[in-house]
C-alpha cells in the first residue's frame, strides 16, 4: 500500500487524517475485490510475480481452439502491469510462477445461464508455485482472472508486481445469470471504440449483458440488408454500423464473456424507420407509432428480425413495447377505418401490434424481452416466454412473477444512469427480490440492468456517466444477499478503491464524492474524491 502524502504542514495534517479515515474505511480486513465474492480466506504474505508469469492448463477438456483463454490471459496480465515498465529485479523467493486452469466443458459457447463460477487458489509462499484456477466453464475462468487481477499491485520500489494476502481461496459465482449495462445508439451515435470501451470496463465489474438499444425515434444507424434504406434514418452519411461493424461488436464483447441483446423499440420509438420508408408512417403529419394497419410494417420487422437473427446470436431480442402514444392511430382515416373494421379500439391494436412482433421474433428462433407498459396493459396475453423489462419504478417484479413470467429489474428511479442525481449508494441498495419471498417466483427474477440513455451523453463523457455508479449495481447482482453491506458506507472504501483501478486502467470513471459525473471536489488523492 502506497500513501502519498503532500509536502509541508498542511501536508502532513492532511495525511495524518487521511490515514485515520483510510483505517476505518478499510477495517484492516485488506479486502478489496469488487465486486466481493462468494466466500474467501486470505493469508498475509506477499508473493512477487515472476517475470516469465506462464500459463498451463491441467487435466482440462477445453483445448482452447479460439483462443479465448490465451487472449484473456495476456490481457490480465496487461491489466496487472497497468502499462508500468517492470524493470525491477524479482527476488527469488516467494516467486509466483504462473496461473495453472483447469476447465471442465470443452465448450466456448456463450449464452444465458452458462456456467460462471470459479474456484480461485493462491498457495503460501513457495518457489515457482502456481496459483490454481477451476471453472466449469471459459466464462468462469474469465471472472477468475478478473478477480486475480485484482490481488496484484505494482510496487514503485521494487518495481515488479505483487500479490498481497497470500494465501487466497476464493470460490464464487454470481448471485443472477444476467447483468446488463443499457446503450443508446440513436440519441448519440457512438463509434465503435468507444462502444468496444464500454465493454472492457464491464468485464472489470462483471456484467455479462451489453443491451444496445440500438435505433429509436431520432436515428436509424444500423444497416438492414433486407431493407437497405432504412439506415437513411441515420444523422448523417458516417454515424452509421455496417453489419460487420455490428458483428465485430458481437464477437468483440463474446470473447470477453459479454452477450449482446439486440433491440428494436416497437411500435413507439420508430419514427426514424420511415425516413427511408415513409410507408411505415401513419402519414407524413403522423409519424409514430408505425402503422399497425399495414403488412408492410410487419414485413420489415419480419427482415429485421431476419437479418438480426444472422447477427446477434443471444436467446433474446428485445422488442421495446414501451410509451405508445396511439392518438396517430386514432386520427389518422386509414388506421382509424382498419381499426373499426377489425373491431378493435386503440389499446386492442397497441396489443394487436406487440403480440404480432412477439410471433415474429418467435419464428426466428428468439425469446422476447419487453418493456413492462406491455405486461401493465395486457400481461395475460403476452407469450409465456416473455421477459417483462422493468423501469417505470418499484414494486413491479413482484407482479411479473406472481403471473409466472420472467423479470428483468431496472426501475428507473434507482438504476438509470442518465438520472444524473441518481447516487451511487442507491444503485447499491436497490434489491431486485424486494417483496419477493417464495424461491420459485425469485428464480423468475433473472437479474437486473443499469440503463445509460443517450440524450445527454456521448463519446465525451459516457464512461464517466456510466462509472462508479454501475459498479456499485454490479456488486448487488453478483454477490450473495448475505454478504452484501446493509449500509452503503461500508462498501465506500472498497468501492473508491474500485473507482482508482478503472481510473488506473484508462476508464474514466467518476469520483464518488456526489452524484453522476461529478467532478473531483478539490486537490487530493483518488480515494478521497
Ligand atoms: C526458495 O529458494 C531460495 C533459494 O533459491 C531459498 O533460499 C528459499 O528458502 C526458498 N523458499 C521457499 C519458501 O522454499
Ligand atoms: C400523444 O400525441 C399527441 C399528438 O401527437 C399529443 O397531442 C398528446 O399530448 C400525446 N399524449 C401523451 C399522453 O403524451
Ligand atoms: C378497448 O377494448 C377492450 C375490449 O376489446 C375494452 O376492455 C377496453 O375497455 C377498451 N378500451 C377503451 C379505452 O375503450
Ligand atoms: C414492499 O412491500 C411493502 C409492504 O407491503 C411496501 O410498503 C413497499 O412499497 C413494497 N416495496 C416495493 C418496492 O414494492
Not at 443491451?211 to 429509436?216: A, G, S
Not at 408505425?290 to 410487419?298: A, G, I, N, Q
Not at 419487453?370 to 423489462?389: A, Q
Not at 442507491?426 to 427480490?433: A, I, S, T, V
Request: glycine share 8%; with cysteine; proline share 5%.
Amino acid at each position: 500500500m502506497s500513501l502519498l502524502i503532500g509536502s509541508g504542514a498542511r501536508g502532513a495534517l492532511f495525511g495524518l487524517a487521511f490515514l485515520a479515515w483510510f483505517v476505518l474505511a478499510f477495517g484492516g480486513e485488506g479486502v478489496n475485490i469488487w465486486p466481493m465474492p462468494k466466500s474467501l480466506s486470505l493469508g498475509s504474505q506477499t508473493l512477487y510475480l515472476s517475470k516469465d508469469f506462464k500459463l498451463t492448463t491441467q487435466g482440462t477438456k477445453y483445448t482452447d481452439g479460439s483462443g479465448l483463454l490465451k487472449e484473456a490471459f495476456g490481457s490480465m496480465v496487461d491489466l496487472v502491469k497497468v502499462n508500468h515498465i517492470l524493470d525491477g529485479r524479482v527476488p527469488s523467493s516467494p516467486v509466483l510462477a504462473g496461473l495453472s486452469v483447469t476447465i471442465s466443458s470443452p465448450n466456448d459457447e456463450l449464452n444465458f445461464g452458462v456456467d460462471e463460477s470459479y474456484k480461485l487458489d493462491v498457495p503460501a509462499a513457495g518457489n515457482l508455485t502456481y496459483a490454481r484456477i477451476e471453472a466449469q466453464t471459459i466464462f468462469g475462468v474469465f471472472h477468475a482472472l478478473q478477480t486475480f487481477s485484482q490481488l496484484c499491485h505494482f510496487n514503485f520500489d521494487k518495481r515488479i508486481v505483487e500479490l498481497y494476502s497470500a494465501p487466497w481461496s476464493i470460490i464464487d459465482q454470481p448471485r443472477f445469470p444476467y447483468r446488463g449495462l443499457l446503450i443508446d445508439t440513436s440519441r448519440h451515435y457512438l463509434p465503435l471504440p468507444v462502444i468496444k470501451g464500454v465493454i472492457d470496463s464491464m468485464t472489470y465489474s462483471k456484467l455479462n449483458v451489453l443491451h444496445w438499444h440500438i435505433v429509436d425515434e431520432q436515428s436509424f444507424p444500423l444497416e438492414i440488408p433486407s431493407y437497405p434504406r432504412l439506415w437513411s434514418g441515420s444523422y448523417s452519411y458516417s454515424e452509421r454500423y455496417t453489419v460487420a461493424d455490428a458483428l465485430e461488436i458481437v464477437q468483440y464483447a463474446q470473447r470477453r464473456g459479454i452477450n449482446v441483446l439486440a433491440e428494436i423499440d416497437v411500435p413507439g420509438h420508430a419514427l426514424s424507420w420511415g425516413v427511408g420508408y415513409p410507408a411505415l408512417w401513419p402519414s407524413s403529419e403522423c409519424k409514430e407509432p408505425l402503422d399497425v394497419s399495414k403488412k408492410f410494417t410487419f414485413k420489415v420487422i419480419d427482415g429485421i428480425l431476419s437479418d438480426f437473427s444472422k447477427i446477434f446470436k443471444f436467446k433474446f431480442v428485445h422488442l421495446g413495447g414501451d410509451e405508445v402514444n396511439t392518438s396517430c392511430w386514432t386520427n389518422t382515416q386509414h388506421v382509424k377505418d382498419w381499426m373499426n373494421k377489425h373491431g378493435m379500439n386503440a389499446t386492442g391494436a397497441y396489443k394487436y401490434f406487440v403480440l404480432r412482433a412477439q410471433k415474429i421474433a418467435l419464428s426466428h428462433g428468439y425469446e422476447v424481452i419487453n418493456w413492462e407498459e406491455t405486461f401493465n396493459n395486457f400481461g395475460r396475453e403476452l407469450s409465456p416466454k416473455t421477459i417483462v423489462h422493468n423501469w417505470l419504478g418499484g414494486g413491479v417484479a413482484q407482479e411479473v412473477v406472481a403471473a409466472g413470467l420472467r423479470c428483468i429489474v431496472s426501475n428507473q428511479d434507482k438504476w438509470y444512469l442518465d438520472h444524473l442525481d441518481a447516487t451511487w449508494q442507491g444503485f447499491y441498495m436497490n434489491e431486485p427480490l424486494t417483496n419477493i419471498t417464495k424461491p420459485e417466483q425469485q428464480k423468475l427474477v433473472i437479474g437486473g440492468e443499469v440503463c445509460m440513455w443517450g440524450e445527454h451523453i456521448d463519446a465525451s463523457d459516457i464512461q464517466q456517466t456510466i462509472w462508479p455508479r454501475a459498479a456499485a449495481a454490479a456488486e448487488r447482482l453478483w454477490t450473495p444477499l448475505e454478504k452484501l453491506a446493509n449500509d452503503p458506507r461500508k462498501v465506500t472504501g472498497r468501492l473508491a478503491r474500485f473507482r482508482c483501478l478503472l481510473n488506473q486502467r484508462g476508464i474514466a470513471a467518476a469520483p464518488l464524492a456526489g452524484p453522476g459525473r461529478a467532478a473531483p471536489l478539490e486537490p487530493g488523492p483518488c480515494l478521497e474524491q
